[in-house]
């Protein structure tokens, strides 16, 4: 595995717990409210939400990149 394919799996990996983490705390904030059992929920809609996100930016990252660079150049 050479270091360039390393970095975008750790940048995606970075992401992926920075985004989900944020937006689904945002999200749960506005919606629910600091409710009873919150942070049980938070945590259990990040796991999910980053189950889901982490294989659609290895999997969708590289084809909307591919195509950005032939719009865009």
């Known amino acids: 595995m050479n270091t360039q394919f390393k ?9 992926g717990v ?3 983490g944020i937006i689904s705390f945002v999200l749960l904030a ?3 409210g600091f409710a009873e059992g919150f942070a049980l929920t938070w945590l259990r809609s990040w796991t999910i939400g980053y189950a889901i996100v982490i294989p659609t930016i290895l999997l969708v990252g590289p084809r ?10």
């Open 7 to 15: 970095r975008k799996i750790a940048f995606a990996l970075s992401m």
């Open 18 to 20: 920075v985004t989900t």
């Open 30 to 32: 506005l919606n629910f």
């Open 64 to 73: 909307l990149q591919t195509r950005l660079d032939r719009l865009i150049s």
